[in-house]
């Protein structure tokens, strides 16, 4: 292997999907790449396991993939040793999310979550069709939800979440609560993971993400790639951070930079 061995951790929507039509197809010659040099591709996302099982599929990914903004890993059968496949949370449960949003409504806050929605009202905020409005609403350990409150009540029901040890990050498009962890921590874990089984490789880290809601687990990589696009201008990285600006948005700029990184550590 040439170079250091990297591991790619990739956010998706508006990062390696379309934001619109979630189309990848661009990227087809990256990932290609990628699985010809046996580069582990670790897709990172607000989605859920039922989403990214059938995206993982499309695609033929078979690496371990982060769900829900970090609520959980999940790492396939027989992956790192021999045994079944191991899914690990990071957060408090859905349900416990729940009951703090009901109290916050009780107390005049005005927001729509998805499980106050039917699939077919999920499917019309999102343009999925209505499969895919079902495993989007199927989580583990966070609720996407839509504000429609004042603005200037944004922030008191962020410190509301925060006193009850929750938080309130901002995606592409939904704002989504969830416990004290993010994408950074549990790609810190799974690098651990193949520190611990591969321990004669140098491994190195690349993240690509758009907004931020990826802004941790970009300044916890190696080498972070922060794609065009709405959210862009709003991630604030460490200065002296080595940072990857791309040109263009969605799977176009990814197949890109994707393609320019393993050129930079000398894949041939």
């Not at 989580?139 to 004042?150: K, N, S």
């Not at 995606?171 to 416990?179: A, D, E, Y």
């Not at 862009?232 to 080595?242: D, K």
Request: hydrophobic share 40%; charged share 20%.
């Amino acid at each position: 292997m040439a170079g250091p061995a990297l591991i790619v951790f990739s956010d998706l929507d508006g990062t390696l999907l379309d934001h619109d039509t979630y189309d990848w197809s661009p990227a087809r010659p990256a990932l290609e790449r990628l699985k010809a040099l046996a580069i582990p591709l670790v897709l990172t996302s607000s989605k859920t396991r039922a989403e990214m099982d059938d995206l993982r599929a499309q695609m033929g990914n078979h690496h371990p993939f982060i769900v829900e903004n970090g609520a959980a890993t999940v790492i396939p059968g027989d992956y790192f040793a021999p045994g079944p496949e191991q899914v690990s949370c990071l957060g408090a449960g859905r349900g416990e999310i729940l009951e703090h949003l009901r109290l916050l409504r009780s107390q005049g806050f005005r927001f729509i979550g998805f499980a106050d929605m039917t699939d077919a009202e999920v499917a019309g905020h999102t343009g999925l069709d209505p499969e895919g409005a079902r495993r989007a609403r199927d989580r583990i350990a966070t609720e996407p939800l839509l504000w429609q409150g004042q603005p200037s009540e944004l922030e008191q029901f962020r410190r509301a979440l925060e006193s009850e040890g929750l938080q309130l990050l901002s995606g592409g498009r939904f704002l989504h609560v969830m416990g004290q962890f993010d994408k950074a921590g549990a790609m810190a874990q799974l690098v651990q993971r193949y520190r611990s089984a591969w321990p004669e490789e140098d491994w190195q880290t690349v993240a690509l993400g758009d907004s931020p809601n990826d802004q941790a687990m970009l300044a916890g990589a190696d080498l972070a790639v922060v794609m065009a696009g709405p959210g862009a201008s709003r991630i604030t990285l460490p200065s002296g951070h080595r940072v990857i600006r791309s040109q263009q948005p969605g799977p176009v700029g990814w197949n890109q930079c994707v393609l320019e990184i393993l050129e930079r550590y000398g894949y041939q």
